[in-house]
């Protein structure tokens, strides 16, 4: 989420925050995969700027199913759901209709008069996939098993139909006591070389549930080894040894999982667990919890795939079948985020219990929803409340910064960063960079260059020749005339890594213009406006070299159209006075002016 992109062109492009970074470590993407997905419609942005009304003057069945269509497509299942149940009341077996608002309902999370919609829909399609794996797993829940393997045993086959019936009919078969035959079932996966990893995982998960200790250990290593990085397979084989085998071995495979992912907050509670010499609960408890770690897993794969509707479905059927669990949650909030639905992500993040090692992190994530709605106030108010708690919150204090930033509160966005900064003492690690340059940025957006300057030095130590603090600096010192080879060969090393960013191809042709070159601005600049033909600036650039190469009626349409494009008043300004008088030859008063409103 791009928290501190200024509305103006940036001399460094958009600014990168990494604050989703640390969300999107709690996210468990398992394997990648290409599977059916269910067909639920995708989502946008357009439900929550227009959302449809069930209640409103529609009342024909064409005109409800139409308008569920649209609020379908625009992600707003809640209003879909009911205009196709308002349909329904005219066309009650319609199949098609049946099928729609149980995948509607289910990405919804509303369950509970489901049973009857599902069994409405299989008296006209009785392999409905949908249908049966809803009822399988409402009566797993309610531990009525032969009804699960009767519903699994029917349904219609397919790679993804085939693998979930597979998993829940296994799970069902722990939950009868029949571990050996749950194995089984678990064993007659077959697929990509893949496969075999997850029979691993889920048979060993299978077989800690059902008490074989010898075979858990077989089949949970296997994966282990297999999948050394990845969080539920790590943290299964973890708890099994630290229940059953040697806790500083446990200690020791969550130092070799940290290498790859610092600091992870689930192994970080582990690990203080174990190191207190507590009792550790096995991963998964019951048949229950092993159906919705089978449900999430594969809504994982679904996701990395792009089948993000269809996540969503799996990962509201696993919250169903086993309870609220919080990577299961955090999962779910970030599909709704990729789908610009940050009230429905704002609505999971606070299901999050209290006291789950995830909570501080979805609490960021909240606060970065909070203000992407634009209710920023209430983003500060987490995120202060988070650094109260826990001063050495870098995360939270990087993500203040950027809400500070983007709302161009400078002086407040470098109090937070240098709160950070501090915590780093004379030898920050290399990844820290990133604070440098935003702090950085708001020097130099509050006019304040020196420490802007040596904030840019700085990163650029952390970081030798990242892009945009290459092109940050390189542009600031060509436009005061300073330093203008050294800047000039930043900016070139800055296009070589990104030659297709607008915003630092304009930055070297805005250098190759200080330095008196005009043709050669010209040819870049007209690559960066067609690179970013939207950006106010950059097309004021372009008009200021056709200018000084004699190309004035194009200068005048380029600073037209720049003026069109709602630059910021003091650019507009400017702007209007050249379409008046023309540039003067000797313009460094006017670009010393645009420099100040082009940064950051």
Not at 100 to 128: P, R, W
Not at 334 to 348: G, N, P, S, T, V
Not at 423 to 449: C, L, M, T, V
Not at 512 to 531: H, I, K, M, N, T
Request: charge should be negative.
């Amino acid at each position: 989420m791009e928290l501190g992109t200024n509305r103006r062109r940036g001399r460094a492009g958009q600014v990168e925050i990494p604050v989703k970074a640390s969300v999107k470590r709690l996210v468990f993407l398992l394997f990648s995969a290409c599977f059916i997905t269910l067909g639920a419609h995708s989502g946008t942005a357009l439900a929550e700027k227009a959302p449809l009304d069930p209640g409103s003057h529609v009342t024909s069945s064409f005109g409800n199913y139409l308008a569920g269509r649209i609020a379908g497509t625009a992600g707003d299942t809640v209003a879909a759901a009911e205009f196709y149940r308002k349909v329904l009341e005219d066309d009650p077996g319609n199949p098609f209709l049946l099928d729609q608002l149980l995948l509607l309902e289910i990405a919804n999370g509303h369950f509970d008069d489901l049973h009857g919609v599902s069994e409405a829909l299989l008296e006209q399609d009785t392999g409905n996939r949908i249908a049966r794996a809803f009822l399988g797993l409402n009566s797993l829940r309610a531990r009525e098993y032969t009804n699960v393997h009767r519903h699994m045993d029917a349904v219609d086959s397919g790679t993804l139909a085939s693998l979930t019936a597979t998993l829940i009919s296994a799970w069902a078969f722990l939950g009868e006591g029949r571990t050996d035959e749950a194995l089984a079932r678990i064993d007659t996966l077959q697929g990509a070389d893949w496969y075999k990893v997850f029979r691993d995982y889920m048979g060993g998960l299978i077989a800690e549930v059902g008490g074989l200790e010898e075979e858990a250990f077989r089949r949970l290593d296997a994966a282990y080894r297999a999948e050394s990085s990845t969080l539920r397979i790590v943290e299964a084989r973890v708890r099994h040894e630290a229940r059953f085998g040697s806790r500083d071995e446990a200690l020791t495979m969550i130092a070799a999982f940290e290498k790859s992912i610092p600091a992870h907050p689930v192994m970080v509670r582990l690990r203080e667990e174990i190191e207190s010499g507590a009792v550790i609960a096995p991963m998964i408890a019951n048949a229950q919890q092993g159906a919705a770690e089978a449900l999430y897993t594969i809504s994982g794969i679904l996701g990395r795939d792009g089948g993000g509707d269809s996540a969503i479905i799996y990962l509201r059927l696993a919250l169903y079948t086993g309870g609220d669990n919080a990577l299961q949650l955090v999962s779910l909030a970030d599909k709704y985020e990729q789908q610009d639905q940050h009230e429905r992500a704002l609505e999971i993040y606070e299901r999050i219990p209290a006291d789950s090692p995830v909570k501080p992190e979805s609490e960021i994530q909240r606060a970065i929803n909070l203000h992407v709605l634009e209710r920023s106030d209430e983003a500060i108010a987490i995120l202060e409340g988070l650094i109260a708690e826990n001063p050495q919150n870098v995360s939270a204090i990087s993500t203040l910064g950027g809400v500070y930033r983007a709302k161009e509160q400078w002086q407040d966005a470098i109090v937070a960063y240098t709160k950070a900064i501090d915590q780093f003492g004379p030898d920050p690690d290399p990844i820290r960079w990133n604070f440098f340059y935003h702090r950085a940025i708001a020097y130099e957006r509050s006019k304040q260059w020196p420490p802007a300057e040596a904030d840019l030095l700085k990163a650029l130590e952390l970081y030798p020749d990242h892009p945009l603090v290459l092109n940050y600096l390189g542009y600031t010192w060509a436009d005061q005339g300073v330093n203008l080879d050294e800047a000039f060969a930043m900016i070139e090393r800055a296009v070589e890594q990104r030659p297709r960013d607008g915003y630092i191809v304009d930055s070297l042709g805005w250098a190759y213009y200080r330095l008196g070159d005009y043709e050669s601005a010209v040819r870049y600049l007209e690559r960066a406006v067609e690179l970013r033909p939207d950006d106010p600036v950059i097309n004021d650039h372009l008009g200021d070299a056709y200018w000084m190469v004699g190309r004035r009626l194009e200068a005048k349409f380029q600073w037209s159209h720049a003026r069109d494009l709602d630059p910021d008043p003091e650019i507009l300004e400017l702007i209007e006075a050249k379409l008046k008088d023309g540039l003067p030859m000797k313009d460094s008063d006017r670009a010393d002016a645009n420099r100040e409103d082009s940064g950051g």
